[in-house]
Nanobody, 118 residues
């Protein structure tokens, strides 16, 4: 019964900030690389950032200076702090869990909408 539940999306003006959170259940959390992807209308889903249990992080090159990903392995959460948001950040943001230790398994949340507009 794997569940990834996102929260924190919404409407924000350009230059504003949002913090997204994802709570994972039903997985051995420390086995998983946790992260965030996003998908804008008419575009492919793309990586925003991910973080493994050792704290190693990958960011999309264009986002590293504005977005920060973190995880809490006690609460089984991963968060994405988004600052200086731009209209092109508008997308559905999806929580993602991926492990290859015991087979190749990955899971997705249902997504949370982020809209950056004045």
């Amino acid at each position: 019964q794997v569940q990834l539940v996102e929260s924190g999306g919404g409407l924000v003006e350009p230059g504003g900030s949002l913090r997204l959170s994802c709570v994972a259940a039903g997985i051995t959390y420390t086995y998983y690389v946790m992260g965030w992807y996003r998908q804008a209308p008419g575009k492919e889903r793309e990586l925003v950032a991910n973080i493994d249990a050792g704290g190693y992080i990958n960011y999309a090159d264009s986002l590293e200076g504005r977005f920060t990903v973190s995880r809490d392995d006690v609460k089984n959460t991963v968060s994405l702090q988004m600052n200086n948001l731009k209209p092109e950040d508008t997308a559905i943001y999806y929580c993602h869990a991926h492990q290859r230790r015991f087979g190749d398994k990955q899971y997705w949340g249902q997504g949370t909408q982020v809209t950056v507009s004045s």
